[in-house]
């Protein structure tokens, strides 16, 4: 069983639509992120989540982006009104902090149209 | 930014040891080394880390430096699986938060 495992593999949405990114990790990590990786470029760090909170997000992460881990397991990444430059792979990233392992998933790929 | 920088490519003989260097000259005390590896747009995998020592794992070694500036991954038998790319990382923590920042990595070929 894997560590992450996010869906879907793969969504295409219209411009301007909502979409929701989800990921269940396994239930003894502590620590979560969402990183995204634009074709071509970087993986970049979009935020990090602990302790049911945000404790750290990057400049990319606007007021666009929400997560959550409502029932403490599904930890979501939502985009309220997606643009074209939002086409990217988005991983979810689950571990239990500094000098361990941090477990990616296998990715969602994003598509906006 | 990225506080690692690394070649952009390498090449190296199936059979044959990858030695990837890694520089982190500006490395803090409480910072851990992480390598990881991507192949084409899978999620990265993780492969090793260390703080001072140096680390041996089932599928690679790393070498720290005494200083810790810099830094060595070592596949001992390199094969045409191992093709990828190989991101050096300095994972940065603070009390309630830590983050792996990515730079460019090395594109390791392995070739027959």
């Known amino acids: 069983e894997p560590e992450v495992t996010q869906t879907p593999s793969h969504q295409v949405t219209q411009m301007g639509q909502e979409v929701i990114l989800r990921c269940v990790p396994i239930?003894?990590?502590?620590?979560f992120y969402w990183y995204r990786q634009i074709l071509g470029q970087k993986v970049e760090f979009l935020v990090s989540f602990y302790n049911n909170e945000i404790s750290e997000k990057s400049e990319i992460f606007d007021d666009q982006f929400s997560v959550e881990r409502p029932d403490g397991s599904n930890f979501t990444l939502k985009i309220r009104s997606t643009k074209l430059e939002d086409s990217a792979m988005y991983f979810c990233v689950a571990g239990q902090g500094v000098d361990t392992e941090a477990f990616f998933g296998q990715g969602t790929r994003l598509t906006v149209v | 930014d990225a506080k690692t920088t690394q070649p952009t490519s390498m090449d190296c003989a199936e059979g044959r040891a990858a030695n990837l260097p890694c520089n982190h000259s500006t490395i803090s005390g409480n910072e851990y080394v992480y390598w990881y590896r991507q192949i084409h747009s899978q999620g990265p995998q993780y492969i090793i880390h260390g703080l001072k020592n140096n680390e041996t794992n089932e599928m690679a070694s790393l070498i720290i430096t005494e200083d810790r500036k810099s830094s060595t991954l070592i596949l001992p038998h390199a094969t045409l699986r191992d093709t990828a790319v190989y991101y050096c990382?300095?994972?940065?923590?603070?009390?309630?938060?830590?983050?792996?920042?990515f730079g460019t990595g090395t594109r390791l070929q392995v070739f027959p």
């Open positions: 239930s003894n990590h502590l620590y």
């Open positions: 990382i300095v994972r940065v923590a603070s009390y309630n938060t830590d983050k792996l920042i």
